[in-house]
């Protein structure tokens, strides 16, 4: 029998970026409740609620050659993974992108419990808009990842400069550069943590939404996988030593300046405070 809501059960993570979501998604993307779609990140309900260019064609093509067209390599591949990407790229570049689009973009979810999208741009999306969204569900689980808000400006930064090849610019920018470009909307919205709290809590009953720190997540891995499995509702299960060590994406290994801080001690105490008004004890690690 066919969902009487349009995209079933749905699981979605949605950031801060940096703060420790691609790691989950590469454990989770073990578990054989959960179905995830060959892109981590989406980011439709982004793209519908708040940026309607952030699905347009150029972009869907852009991403479709730099991550599945020309990155595998003939001599190694498995011929069936690479014909199931070529059929989730062709639902992927169909149109128009609407709700069915998105759906359609985990048809070959079977046994899973839950179509999973990991997308941190879902963090911006206005409280209003929850409601339509779990409305849409059958059952719907959000899950929010927070870390000390300084070494996440500072590890987005080094991370952005790292993957546009302008690392150099770690070297000769000053005080006033750093301050212009981490306040840019695209690295700073990701560390109003206060404002996505907020959002959840006006949108969404408190059992479909869940909240941890990066800093609790590797104290104790294990736990806090189990604890995830408890939100979701799926079976417990073991995941390798060699995976829990992994690390991805990580940004280059480089000194924060001394005066990086400063830079943005007050905004950092505000952000700091909107957690705890939320009600979650801050993790003693948070300068």
Same mark, same amino acid.
């Given at each position: 029998?066919?969902?009487? #809501?349009?995209f079933?059960?749905?699981?979605?993570?949605?950031?801060a *970026?940096?703060?420790?979501?691609?790691?989950l %998604?590469?454990?989770?993307?073990?578990? !054989?409740?959960?179905?995830?779609c060959?892109? &981590?990140?989406?980011? %439709?309900?982004?793209?519908?609620?708040?940026?309607?260019?952030?699905?347009?064609?150029?972009?869907?093509?852009?991403?479709?050659?730099?991550?599945?067209?020309?990155?595998?390599?003939p001599?190694? @591949?498995?011929?069936?993974?690479?014909?199931?990407?070529?059929h989730?790229?062709? @639902?992927?570049?169909?149109?128009?992108?609407?709700?069915?689009? %998105?759906r359609?973009?985990?048809?070959?979810?079977?046994?899973?419990?839950?179509?999973?999208?990991?997308?941190?741009?879902?963090?911006?999306?206005?409280?209003?808009?929850?409601p339509?969204?779990?409305?849409?569900?059958?059952?719907?689980?959000?899950l929010?990842?927070?870390?000390? !808000?300084?070494?996440?400006?500072w590890s987005?930064?080094?991370?952005?400069?790292?993957?546009?090849?302008? *690392?150099?610019?770690?070297?000769?920018?000053?005080?006033?550069?750093?301050d212009?470009?981490v #306040? &840019?909307?695209?690295i700073?919205?990701n560390?109003?943590?206060?404002r996505t709290?907020r959002?959840?809590?006006?949108?969404?009953?408190?059992a479909?939404?869940?909240?941890?720190? %990066?800093?609790?997540?590797?104290?104790?891995?294990r736990? *806090?996988l189990?604890r995830i499995?408890?939100?979701?509702?799926v079976d417990a299960q073991?995941?390798?030593d060699?995976?829990?060590?992994?690390?991805?994406?990580?940004? @280059?290994?480089?000194?924060m300046?001394?005066?990086?801080g400063?830079?943005?001690?007050?905004d950092i105490?505000?952000?700091?405070n909107?957690? #705890?008004?939320?009600?979650?004890a801050i993790?003693?690690?948070?300068?």
């Amino acid at each position: 029998m066919a969902d009487p #809501r349009i995209f079933g059960d749905l699981f979605l993570g949605i950031g801060a *970026m940096k703060a420790g979501t691609t790691w989950l %998604y590469a454990m989770l993307d073990r578990h !054989p409740q959960l179905h995830f779609c060959p892109e &981590k990140e989406v980011h %439709y309900f982004y793209h519908r609620y708040v940026d309607k260019t952030q699905l347009n064609e150029r972009r869907r093509l852009e991403n479709v050659r730099e991550r599945y067209l020309l990155r595998f390599d003939p001599a190694t @591949a498995n011929i069936d993974r690479i014909r199931q990407n070529l059929h989730w790229v062709s @639902a992927y570049l169909n149109g128009p992108v609407d709700d069915h689009w %998105y759906r359609n973009l985990f048809q070959l979810r079977s046994h899973h419990r839950y179509a999973c999208d990991f997308s941190n741009l879902t963090a911006h999306v206005p409280a209003e808009i929850w409601p339509r969204i779990q409305a849409s569900c059958n059952r719907l689980r959000v899950l929010y990842t927070m870390r000390d !808000p300084l070494k996440r400006l500072w590890s987005h930064t080094k991370f952005h400069l790292q993957v546009t090849d302008q *690392m150099h610019l770690l070297d000769c920018w000053g005080p006033a550069d750093f301050d212009a470009f981490v #306040r &840019k909307p695209f690295i700073w919205d990701n560390a109003e943590y206060g404002r996505t709290l907020r959002a959840l809590r006006g949108g969404l009953d408190d059992a479909n939404w869940h909240a941890v720190f %990066y800093e609790d997540i590797h104290a104790d891995q294990r736990a *806090m996988l189990a604890r995830i499995e408890g939100f979701l509702g799926v079976d417990a299960q073991t995941y390798p030593d060699a995976l829990l060590a992994r690390r991805f994406t990580e940004s @280059a290994r480089r000194q924060m300046p001394e005066f990086f801080g400063n830079l943005f001690a007050r905004d950092i105490a505000r952000i700091t405070n909107e957690v #705890r008004e939320e009600g979650f004890a801050i993790p003693s690690s948070w300068g």
